[in-house]
């Protein structure tokens, strides 16, 4: 299942977004398609380590929600996420194609990073410390969530 996510983050995630017309409506919350491609690239960053966060979630909570990240279940939508703002941050990237660029170097990163140091843990400022599985588990169910918002099927 891991080696499936895996793949899917290397492979046909990038190919999915880059087929997709950036004019795209979500079918929930406010972000345009390339501001959920920025979003991406900031978690992508939260889990590459370039953008270190502390732990956010009070840590009695951290095990349920943990549980959650890495249970088949899906993110409803308009989830909230408590470290953004209620609107949607401005484009840092002058075109959609810059920002697919962007999140491409940020997943090569994560990937290398947990290639040179395999036992890493970094922490995600929601779910706790996480391993490479974990993250990709993480990572895997976020995409999907965001790629549903935009109707991209997988």
Do not use: C
């Amino acid at each position: 299942m891991i080696a499936e996510k895996i793949h899917f983050l290397k492979q046909e995630y990038l190919r999915l977004l880059e087929k997709t017309d950036p004019e795209t409506k979500a079918a929930w919350g406010k972000m345009n398609f390339q501001q959920m491609l920025e979003h991406m690239s900031d978690s992508f960053r939260i889990a590459n380590g370039k953008d270190p966060h502390r732990l956010y979630t009070p840590v009695e909570a951290v095990e349920k929600y943990k549980a959650f990240a890495m249970s088949d279940k899906p993110f409803k939508e308009n989830t909230k996420n408590a470290l953004l703002a209620d609107e949607p941050a401005l484009l840092r990237n002058a075109k959609p194609e810059q920002a697919l660029t962007e999140l491409q170097l940020e997943i090569n990163d994560f990937f290398n990073v947990f290639e040179s140091e395999p036992g890493k843990t970094i922490t995600n400022p929601i779910f706790g410390d996480l391993n490479f599985k974990e993250w990709i588990q993480l990572l895997h169910k976020h995409a999907i969530h965001h790629l549903k918002q935009f109707g991209i099927n997988t």
